[in-house]
Structures are given as C-alpha cells and as structure tokens.
C-alpha cells in the first residue's frame, strides 16, 4: 500500500526553526517561488521563525549585558561523544 504525502504535515518542517531573516533570504535566492502545495509549510516556519526572533529579541535585550560581563574563571570543559556509542570522551 502506498503512502501519500500530506503537504499538511508540519511536524517535520526542518525550516520552521530557522531565523526569520535567513528564511527570507532562501525564500527570496528562489525567486519567491514556493508551490501553492507547500504554501501551509511555507506559512508555517514563517510564523515560527517570527515568534522565535520575537522571543530571541526579549532574551537578547535582558541578558546581553550579564553575558557581556560574565567572567569565565576557569577554562571550559567540552563533552565530545558520539549518541550511537554509549561512550564519551572527556577534554580538559
């Protein structure tokens, strides 16, 4: 049995959680063309992405100057592993 593609399936829409400016920017090296088919994904990642930057602008505006000023007083510590493996490798 085949299955057809539901244009209105958004849960996997990999644009929606993109930056409002850089979705526009793809959209518009397109021509603006995008099929009246994928127009509810399209209008989708648009509306995510603008409640995202909306969300984005807030956080930036609170916390820019505490991030600015945050002293780091020892180096940090990255946590490099592979999510198949089962085991990670520590690097100081």
């Not at 609170?62 to 945050?70: A, C, D, L, S």
């Amino acid at each position: 049995m085949e299955m057809k593609e539901n244009v209105f399936d958004i849960v996997y829409e990999p644009l929606a959680g993109s930056n409002f400016t850089n979705l526009l920017r793809l959209v518009a090296q397109n021509r603006f063309h995008v099929s009246i088919r994928y127009g509810p994904r399209m209008l989708y990642a648009l509306t995510l992405s603008g409640l995202i930057g909306a969300f984005h602008l807030k956080e930036e505006l609170q916390f820019r100057r505490k991030i600015q000023h945050t002293e780091i007083s020892h180096p940090p510590l990255f946590i490099i592993s592979h999510w198949r493996t089962g085991t990670t490798t520590f690097t100081i």
